[in-house]
């Protein structure tokens, strides 16, 4: 069973930083590429960033570039979110999501951790 | 970036009945469309993909169909399970990747 299990979201002030991370089990991580994806409240699901399978090409939302950084480390089948200078649009529940390869369908995806950017 | 637009915002239905939900496109982004089905406090579930293909474990009750601009989504006897907000998504031009604003399927 495909699992992946979003964490380190919470409460941060403007211009703070988090980690998130999301563990993923029950198929093959280093084959697949990964994305998160967030849903700010009464708003439409929008993506945030992608990463390759093998972690080479990661593209951005106009919205996040240079301030987000997306990882993974295949031996550990995590996926990272490194999420700086945060801002009050930022708050969102984030998703990681998989898929097959890239211009694909988001097959899995996670429960979601919460992000609210508030002082 | 491609606008996805999805109509109605909400669609209220009694159980047994047909549901037709429709998404539209900015510019054609051929048959790379995608529904998925979200509960509150869960993650999307993806439903259909390649705008007509079910996805593994979906059931036949779900269809899709369309190509370029405009795409539906038909739910063809509405289960109790089935009430929940639906979401298009294009992934032609990637990235970045867009949805549309969902539609709610509640209970009349």
């Known amino acids: 069973e495909v699992q992946l299990l979003e964490s380190g979201g919470g409460l941060v002030q403007p211009g703070g930083s988090l980690r998130l991370s999301c563990e993923a089990s029950?198929?093959?991580?280093?084959?697949?590429?990964m994305s998160w994806v967030r849903q700010a409240p009464g708003r439409r699901l929008e993506w945030v960033s992608g990463?390759?399978?093998?972690?080479?090409?990661?593209p951005y939302a106009d919205s996040v570039k240079g301030r987000f950084t997306i990882s993974r480390d295949n031996s550990k089948n995590t996926l990272y979110l490194q999420m700086n200078s945060l801002r009050a649009e930022d708050t969102a529940v984030y998703y990681c999501?998989?898929?097959?390869?890239?211009?694909?369908?988001?097959?899995?995806w996670g429960q979601g951790t919460l992000v609210t950017v508030s002082s | 970036e491609i606008e996805m637009t999805q109509s109605p915002a909400t669609l209220s239905v009694s159980p047994g009945e047909r549901a037709t939900l429709s998404c539209r496109a900015s510019q054609s982004v051929s048959s790379n469309l995608a529904w998925y089905q979200q509960k509150p406090g869960q993650g999307p579930r993806l439903l259909i993909y390649?705008?007509?293909t079910r996805a593994t474990g979906i059931p036949a009750r779900f269809s899709g169909s369309g190509s370029g601009t405009e795409f539906t989504l038909t739910i063809s006897s509405l289960q109790s399970e089935d009430f929940a907000v639906y979401y298009c998504?294009?992934?032609?031009?990637?990235?970045?990747?867009?949805f549309g604003q969902g539609t709610k399927v509640d209970i009349k």
């Open positions: 998504q294009q992934y032609n031009n990637w990235p970045p990747s867009t």
């Open positions: 999501a998989k898929k097959v390869a890239g211009a694909a369908p988001f097959d899995y």
């Open positions: 990463i390759s399978s093998g972690g080479g090409d990661t």
């Open positions: 029950g198929f093959t991580f280093s084959n697949s590429a």
């Open positions: 390649g705008a007509s």
